[in-house]
């Protein structure tokens, strides 16, 4: 393949084949509810600890554990763990993409750590087979090395990583946000904390009485 046919950045696309949509968003959603914020926090700031698990989000959220999941769900359209793996390939990808490091030091930097509990202690292995399980390829052919050697996203891979529908708003009519998915009105810098939970509380909410809420 030519240079031209790869993507020598890293591509915005990223962020919604992984997420479903960009982080800004995802950021934006969740800070609606300070608690849901805490748990997103704790993943940017811990990804690479092997260990990071949803009781340790919870207790940092103060919410039982299905209790955290059940807001997630309906907000970001992702459990905690799910998020979790996602934002780990994630930063796996930007270490490989910026540091030329290897898939298994990039894996291991990101969190992707071998566990006694585990069936497969491989990392390798592990890695490749839970990057390929959320992005359709195995990494070595999403991240193609280029004439330079260096790896780049292949945009044809990319594209069809994409979520074939973006991951849907909350929808409150309480919190004023529209059936079709409309844009969720700012929160006035003047409101209490209390009247701030109660609004993040509306939009995650929405899902509350799916499945997803009970799972």
């Not at 998020?83 to 898939?103: A, D, H, K, M, W």
């Amino acid at each position: 393949m030519e240079g031209n046919d790869f993507v020598s950045t890293v591509p915005p696309e990223l962020e919604h084949a992984l997420f479903g949509m960009a982080l800004s968003e995802l950021q934006t959603r969740l800070e609606y509810d300070p608690r849901l914020l805490r748990a997103w926090n704790l993943i940017q700031e811990q990804y690479a600890n092997p260990v990071l698990d949803l009781p340790t989000a919870a207790g940092a959220a103060i919410l039982g554990k299905n209790t955290l999941n059940g807001y997630l769900k309906p907000c970001i359209g992702r459990t905690f763990g799910d998020l979790l793996t996602r934002y780990r390939l994630y930063r796996s990808i930007l270490i490989v993409l910026t540091r030329e490091s290897t898939f298994t030091e990039a894996a291991l930097a990101s969190g992707f750590d071998s566990r006694s509990d585990d069936v497969d202690s491989n990392v390798s292995s592990r890695y490749s087979r839970t990057f390929k399980k959320v992005l359709g390829l195995p990494p070595s052919r999403f991240l193609p090395r280029g004439p330079d050697r260096r790896r780049r996203v292949d945009p044809g891979a990319l594209r069809r990583a994409l979520p074939s529908r973006p991951v849907e708003r909350p929808r409150s009519k309480a919190a004023g946000v529209s059936r079709g998915g409309g844009r969720i009105p700012p929160i006035a810098s003047g409101r209490t904390r209390r009247n701030r939970l109660n609004t993040g509380d509306s939009l995650c909410r929405a899902g509350r009485d799916s499945p997803a809420w009970h799972t």
